[in-house]
């Protein structure tokens, strides 16, 4: 079996980690208790993937918490799946690192990395054949950011030839932190250089997404968490079920579907119908489907920056459902081809990766992931860059940064290795423009 370790870090990560585990658990037919309640063979083929069986046959997450901040223990104890986690794979710190990035990769970070790396061990050893880890954080804050990004250094020395993909929240042009863009920026470098997949998720995009589904005026996190598990589980779904014509049955494989090249890993999620945590049972029809998983307004990324000149590098649809393939992939294509935002790059072949799935997700006949490989994501990039280039300017906060040992060329390397990825998905859509002038 190819076993995925998860991590979750921070407050955000640790929140959304357990109502992913949450979600995936009821999928599998699993209690709050790790017992196997369920009555189809399929949730129990590939559950080895995302769960280690006991002695006892029950169920335990391959999952691990972390945070600065020692308050976090008790949260994810007192979660509706807090029975389930194993008590040493919640390691947490005796600060909270606030929101200084350089806290949690070079000071209070750094001294709780060695005992999460132990747990990490621990988990691996478990494995029969570890396909790799995923990430859950924001960067916008320490244990995220931060300590995200010691780790993921730290995970791509230790196991090289493993895959390491990431959930990862952006604090979002409105963010409240006035350090959200040193935040992002040193946070993408390692993103960059050491994920092998990143699914981007803008946090201000969400906080519309959901205000705007759901009519919330001011909607919280637990109104978010769930509709982030919601996608989550929609792409982790072809890892833990047998898929139809699935393509993306791995990490490994996702990666070598939807990442052309290297750097240019970050992905734009979406999902349809998004549904809330007590709210009926949803039916919905398969153009109906179609349609809505193509509407730009149910992504959770990159719309609000998109130009006219953008356009998709990888483009792939999970159907989960009583469907047949053939009739998926007709509704899909014709979705798209209405669709004036997802335009592909001329150089690829005119087709998007359907899959289908059997097993729907709780309260829904019927469901829609996408991902999507994205030149528009240049624009999240390149607001994060700008703002941090007038921050930077005028060295204002940096204090918090120098204070706990960090040069200022560290910033200066970071802006620089994220306006080079900007420039390399401007350069596409370049080249894409000048081709479509020649055939012209």
């Known amino acids: 079996m190819r076993e995925i370790i998860s991590l979750q870090l921070g407050q955000a990560g640790n929140s959304i980690g357990c109502e992913f585990w949450e979600s995936i658990s009821a999928e599998h037919g699993l209690e709050h208790t790790g017992t196997y309640t369920g009555q189809n063979d399929l949730q129990l083929e590939h559950m080895d993937v995302y769960f280690n069986q006991l002695k006892s046959r029950k169920y335990v997450p391959r999952s691990l918490f972390v945070d600065l901040d020692p308050q976090t223990r008790n949260s994810v104890r007192r979660s509706p799946m807090g029975r389930t986690f194993r008590p040493d794979d919640i ?45 859950i954080h924001s960067v916008g804050a320490a244990t995220g950011g931060g300590m995200g990004s010691l780790l993921l250094n730290r995970l791509r020395d230790e196991y090289l030839h493993s895959m390491i993909s990431s959930f ?53 996190c637990s109104d978010f968490n769930p509709v982030i598990s919601q996608v989550m589980a929609g792409i982790t779904s ?34 349809a119908p998004l549904i809330q945590r007590a709210a009926m049972p949803i039916v919905s029809s398969l153009p109906d489907l179609s349609q809505e998983i193509f509407d730009h307004q149910n992504s959770m990324s990159a719309y609000w920056s998109m130009k006219p000149d953008d356009h998709y590098l990888s483009l792939s649809i999970l159907i989960r459902g009583n469907a047949s393939f ?28 359907v899959s289908q799935c059997g097993m729907t997700p709780n309260r829904l006949n019927m469901n829609a992931t996408l991902l999507g490989n994205t030149t528009a994501v240049r624009g999240t990039f390149q607001y994060f860059r700008d703002s941090f280039s007038i921050m930077f300017k005028k060295k204002a906060f940096l204090h918090w940064y120098t204070d706990e040992g960090m040069d200022e060329q560290e910033f200066k390397e970071a802006e620089e290795n994220v306006l080079d990825l900007i420039l390399e998905y401007q350069e596409i859509v370049d080249n894409d423009r000048s081709q479509a002038e020649d055939e012209e």
């Not at 009739?327 to 899909?332: I, K």
């Open 91 to 135: 390691v947490v710190g005796q600060s909270t690192g606030g929101n200084v990035w350089a806290k949690g990769c070079y000071s209070d970070g750094a001294e709780l990395a060695d005992p999460v790396l132990e747990v990490v061990r621990r988990e691996a050893e478990k494995s029969e054949c570890l396909q790799g880890f995923q990430l």
């Open 168 to 220: 990862t929240i952006a604090p979002g042009p409105n963010s409240q932190s006035a350090l959200g863009p040193y935040n992002f920026l040193l946070s993408m470098v390692n993103l960059i250089e050491t994920c092998d997949l990143s699914f981007l998720i803008d946090n201000q995009v969400l906080y519309d997404l959901v205000s705007r589904k759901f009519n919330i005026t001011f909607p919280q």
């Open 238 to 271: 072809s890892f833990r079920f047998p898929s139809q014509n699935s393509l993306n049955s791995d990490l490994k494989r996702l990666c070598g579907n939807m990442v052309p090249f290297p750097r240019l890993h970050f992905l734009e999620i979406g999902s």
């Open 326 to 353: 053939d009739e998926a992939q007709t509704h899909v294509h014709q979705a798209r081809v209405a669709s004036p935002y997802h335009r592909q790059a001329s150089w690829l072949p005119d087709d998007t990766q």
